[in-house]
C-alpha cells in the first residue's frame, strides 16, 4: 500500500439550482433550470495529511434517465437522494486507497442504492446506470481532487505505479500488465485546447432574429454573434434526427454563417461534429444526410469531423450495424458507454470510438480512455454543459488526453451567471481566445481548481 493513499471522513452534498440564459435544447428535450450538485470531500491520507477536495456536476436527468414513466420533479428528487446515500458509503468505506481503487469499492452499491431510493419513491421504473454515474461523478470527482490536496500534488501526477497500489490490468485484463492511467496520459496540458460551441436545437442563427426578449446582458445571443465574439472554429450541431429537409438546411446554414463571419475576420479552418441525441431510427438516416448534404453543400460535408450517437442508447436492444457509416464519418458513441462490455459491444457493431465525459465519472474516464489509446481508437471529450469546476475538470481532462479535436464549453453559453465565481480565477477557460481554452490556470494540487481563491459558498444546511 501506498503512504499517499486516502480514506474518505466526511463527505457533505450542496444541491444549488442553476438557471438557463437561453433554453437549452438537445434531442427531443429542452433544459431551463436544474441542480448543480456540490459534493465537499474530506480525506486523510496514511501519513495523517487532512485535505479538502470538491467536485461538481449537473444533475441532468433529462439526458440521464430521459423517461416518460417518471416526472421531471421525482427523477431530480430521486438523483439528490442518491449523491446523499452515496457520500454516506464513501464515509462508511473506512479504507485506505487511491481515488479509483476507492471509486471501485463503491460502485457495487449504485444499483442497489438506486433500486431502493426509487422503491420508496414510487417511481416506475429504476433510475439506470447512466444516471447513476452521472449523480455519483461529484462524488468521485471530489475524491481525486482531495487525494491530489493531501498529497500536495496536482491530481495528473499522481495516476502512476508511485501512487497507484494496482496496475491496469485490475480493472481492463491482463494484456494490461505492468501498465498505468500515466502510460496513456500526457505529462501536461496544451495552453491552448480548441472549443466546440453548440448550436442547439433552439438557437438563433443571425442577429436579425432576435427580439427583445432575448438576453440583454452583453453576450452574444445568435451564432453570428458568437463567432465574432469568440472568433470560433469548431461547432457542435443539434440536428433532430426525425427531419432530413430540415437537418440538410440546419447544417447548409450553419456552416455558411460561419464562413461568412470567418471571411470578414479574416479566419480560416472551421470544423463540426452533428448529433442527434439518439433520434434516428436506424444509421441509414445519418447515411442519407450525409449524401444530401455532399450534394447540396460538399465543403460542408469536407468539414463534417464525426458523427455522435445517433442511435438509441440500448446497443442490446437495437444492434444497429455502423459499419457502413463509419466508412463515410466516425461515428462516436455517447449515451451508450457506460461499461467495459458497451465499449467491446460497440466495437464489434462499428461504433468508430467514444465519448468521454467527466459526467461518468473521472475514474471510468480515465480507464476508457487508456482502452482506446491502448487500442488506438479515436475519443472526445464532451461536457453535459458543465459549469464552474466542472467545466475545469472537463478541461483538464481533455487537456491531458488527446481527444479527436478539442473540448466542449457549452456553459458560456448557457449558464453564463453560474459560472462567475470561477471565471474571475480562470478567465481563460470561460472566454475564448481564438476559439480556444486557455489552460494556463489550471494549476496547484488536486484538480487545479483554486477553490478558495474561487471563494464559492454554500448554506450549512444542505
Known amino acids: 500500500m501506498k503512504p499517499t493513499d486516502v480514506r474518505v471522513i466526511e463527505a457533505v452534498p450542496h444541491f444549488p439550482q442553476a438557471v438557463c440564459r437561453t433554453p437549452l435544447k438537445f434531442g427531443a428535450v429542452v433544459v431551463e433550470s436544474l441542480a448543480f450538485c456540490h459534493v465537499r470531500m474530506t480525506v486523510e491520507n496514511r501519513a495523517g495529511k487532512k485535505a479538502v477536495g470538491w467536485g461538481a456536476m449537473f444533475l441532468m436527468d433529462m439526458w440521464g434517465w430521459p423517461s416518460p414513466a417518471v416526472p421531471h420533479e421525482l427523477r431530480a428528487e430521486i438523483m439528490e437522494e442518491f449523491v446523499r446515500r452515496l457520500c454516506r458509503a464513501y464515509e462508511g468505506l473506512g479504507s485506505y486507497g487511491h481515488p479509483i481503487e476507492l471509486f471501485h469499492e463503491v460502485e457495487p452499491e449504485f444499483r442497489p442504492l ?86 442547439g436545437g433552439l438557437d438563433k442563427l443571425r442577429e436579425g432574429e432576435l427580439t427583445d426578449d432575448d438576453p440583454q446582458d452583453g453576450l452574444p445571443v445568435s451564432l453570428d454573434q458568437w463567432v465574432r465574439y469568440d472568433h470560433l472554429h469548431c461547432l457542435k450541431v443539434k440536428l433532430k434526427g426525425t427531419d432530413l429537409d430540415w437537418d440538410v438546411s440546419r447544417i447548409d446554414e450553419v456552416v455558411a454563417i460561419a464562413h461568412e463571419e470567418h471571411r470578414k475576420l479574416g479566419l480560416r479552418g472551421l470544423s463540426f461534429s452533428a448529433d442527434t441525441n439518439e433520434q434516428c431510427e436506424s444509421p441509414e438516416y445519418i447515411i442519407e444526410l450525409i449524401a444530401r448534404l455532399k450534394e447540396k453543400n460538399p465543403q460542408a460535408e469536407r468539414e463534417l469531423l ?10 442490446r436492444r437495437s444492434r444497429h450495424d455502423m459499419h457502413t457509416l463509419a ?15 458497451d465499449f467491446h459491444l460497440a466495437r464489434e457493431l462499428g461504433w468508430s470510438g467514444v465519448a468521454l465525459k467527466a459526467c461518468k465519472c473521472q475514474s471510468a474516464a480515465l480507464l476508457f480512455a487508456s482502452l482506446a489509446e491502448h487500442l488506438r481508437v479515436p475519443y472526445t471529450v464532451q461536457d453535459l454543459t458543465n459549469p464552474g469546476i466542472a467545466l475545469i475538470q472537463s478541461v483538464a481532462l481533455a487537456g491531458y488526453l488527446r481527444p479527436l479535436a478539442g473540448v466542449e464549453a457549452n456553459s458560456r453559453q448557457f449558464f453564463p451567471a453560474t459560472n462567475e465565481p470561477e471565471s474571475r480565477v480562470h478567465p481563460g477557460v470561460f472566454k475564448l481566445e481564438d476559439g480556444c481554452i486557455d489552460t494556463t490556470s489550471i494549476t496547484g494540487p488536486g484538480i487545479g481548481y483554486r477553490w478558495e481563491e474561487v471563494g464559492r459558498r454554500f448554506a450549512a444546511n444542505h
Open 306 to 315: 464525426y458523427i455522435e450517437q445517433p442511435t438509441e442508447r440500448d446497443l
Open 114 to 199: 438506486a433500486a431502493a431510493i426509487c422503491t420508496e419513491g414510487k417511481a416506475a421504473e429504476v433510475m439506470p446506470y447512466l444516471c447513476q454515474l452521472v449523480a455519483a461523478s461529484p462524488a468521485d470527482a471530489a475524491v481525486h481532487d482531495a487525494y491530489g490536496v493531501a498529497n500536495g500534488l496536482p491530481t495528473y501526477q499522481c495516476y502512476g505505479p508511485e501512487h497507484m497500489n494496482y496496475d491496469l490490468s485490475r480493472y481492463l485484463g491482463k494484456e494490461f500488465q505492468g501498465r498505468y492511467v500515466s502510460d496513456y496520459i500526457q505529462a501536461k496540458m496544451p495552453r491552448r485546447i480548441p472549443a466546440f460551441h453548440l448550436v
Open 327 to 341: 466508412e463515410l464519418k466516425p461515428v462516436i458513441i455517447d449515451e451508450s458507454l457506460m461499461t467495459l462490455e
